[in-house]
């Protein structure tokens, strides 16, 4: 009876982790105005794709405490399939502006980012994934 328990435990965890959404993880932004950069720790948060910056870096690569750690910088992003999200928001924190925001998983390492505010659009560049 133990050695069943044991097996069905482990199924249910191989289960969860099958049916995670591919593009939660630490990925690497693109360098902004600045060519500053950081590692956004996406995951969700209720039902809803959600983004933190957990480190930061600044144009030479060196890490640095930015008043922006901790905050969030993807929120209410919705899984659509095929690796398209969309009807969320990016935060640009050299800008300090928010963007009516798309991404886009290509392949499982590369994630393409753009956004709207208004009529005036940006592409925010690939992001790399770091785990």
């Not at 965890?13 to 360098?31: E, I, N, R, S, Y």
């Not at 929120?75 to 009516?100: E, H, L, Q, T």
Request: aromatic residues 8%; positive net charge; contains cysteine.
């Amino acid at each position: 009876m133990n050695k069943i328990f044991k097996i069905a435990a482990a199924l249910c965890l191989l289960t969860g982790a099958a049916l995670a959404d591919p593009v939660l993880g630490v990925w690497k932004t693109t360098p902004d105005d600045n060519g500053n950069f950081g590692h956004i720790n996406v995951e969700e948060c209720d039902g809803e794709i959600c983004g933190t910056l957990v480190k930061s870096f600044n144009s030479t690569g060196a890490s640095y405490e930015s008043d922006n750690i901790g905050k969030k910088i993807i929120w209410a992003m919705k899984n659509k399939g095929d690796g398209k999200y969309g009807g969320g928001k990016i935060w640009s924190p050299d800008r300090d502006k928010v963007y009516s925001s798309k991404m886009v998983l290509e392949g499982n390492d590369q994630l393409k980012i753009s956004g709207c505010v208004l009529i005036l659009c940006r592409d925010g560049g690939t992001w790399t994934r770091i785990k």
